[in-house]
């Protein structure tokens, strides 16, 4: 039997756009930003990391982190990022959604601080606390991916929905790009202050006692954005469908709304009202008739683009120096080497990933999140083969615009397809008292495929018969990007389940002003 939506859910869904949606786009947003830069600036370090503490004089090569070490640094955060999406997910919808997203951003802020305090000077301690810090930093950032998805769809109206929930996700490009202004920024000033020789002239004043302080610099100024957001997110009252649905508190949920619209919603109509949110489980029969086939299309895609996304993301260096787009690490030293990595990578996100978040903001309500989807998974296999199958033409010196073109526009359609409609619609399409522990399942299972990304493709990509020091052979860098390519068209395949959410209430899409008996099954489109 259908039953009416609150008035307080119906004024959100019209609210006209207004001050108080780019103010929760920008609290929200920030969270992102910090999240991507704490998430991505590893990958920035990671050779610097392997001068300093790995380097050995009795070799003529400039030191790099050991295969497992590597593996844990990269991966690591990866890992708590993981369990603090399926933890924070699940406390989101229990204690509510406010109360729980300050929590997450003072984890961060510490642990990004006690990352770049990591004991010692010898290898062995300072990786181990430089992981076991990352890790709880990956557990926080983990819980601020659901929450903000969900207060972000829960405070917005219908219309517009999907391009606020898409530019606060955008912040993240923003926050890659930082990580790399920082890093040119840091490493070209103590470059200058404090001149050295390049690794084949003098192997051991190539590296320079300040260079690690270069790191830690680095790493630890993520918590600079993250501090400054901390007061307006504790100002921000209780979004209204927690509070109306789940708490059952219709009249606050009213008084709080009336305040943030500038608007009176009827007094009377909602102490009249009675909150129609569901009561059964996640694990109900209800539940997987209603939403089974959704959160196989979330949690799926999710995986499926992470795998790709993260192995394209935490490994450029690599992918650039195999290219020959960086020069050989005995040319330079240590802070160049750091100086040349963040450039590179500055203006893949600068061309490619950037832009491809923005283009999502602006389209994502006319096209719509089906749609973008399945082009983006398309293109990305396209771009993808394109480089895969002319691999040892475009290596070769002189044909590496190619292949960084090429290369940057799997980042422009990763970000203006699936990178940003995975987050989106877990956020629309299921019901308020699982919203935040659906949308952490599916960006768990999305890390899941992250790891295997992060830690999968370093082994994978070694080269057949003479791999890196410390590594043992894998299939190669051509076979390893056939075979994201491959990755990618089964994200293809399955988006073909997702549903478009596009104009249309989230009680509507979850099926929360209808019974039981109305409830259909969920469709692919």
Known sequence: MATEQLNVLKALDVAKTQLYHFKAVVIAGMGFFTDAYDLFCIALVTKLLGRIYYTDPALNEPGHL?????????????????AGQLFFGWLGDKLGRKSVYGFTLILMVLCSIASGLSFGHEAKGVMGTLCFFRFWLGFGVGGDNPLSATIMSEYANKKTRGTFIAAVFAMQGFGILFGTIVTIIVSSAFRHAFPAPPFYIDAAASIGPEADYVWRIIVMFGTIPAALTYYWRMKMPETARYTALIAGNTKQATSDMSKVLNKEISEEAAQGER????TWGLFSRQFMKRHGVHLLATTSTWFLLDVAFYSQNLFQKDIFTKIGWIPPAKTMNALEELYRIARAQALIALCGTVPGYWFTVAFIDIIGRFWIQLMGFTMMTIFMLAIAIPYD??????????FVVLYGLTFFFANFGPNSTTFIVPAEIFPARLRSTCHGISAATGKAGAIIGAFGFLYASQDQRKPETGYSRGIGMRNALFVLAGTNFLGLLFSLLVPESKGKSLEELSKENVGDDDAIAPTGV
Do not use: R
């Open 66 to 82: 050991p295969a497992n070490v590597s593996a844990a640094v990269n991966g690591v955060a990866l890992c708590g990022t993981l």
């Open 275 to 278: 909150a129609t949110g569901d």
């Open 393 to 402: 033409y475009l290596v070769k010196p002189g044909h590496h615009t190619g």
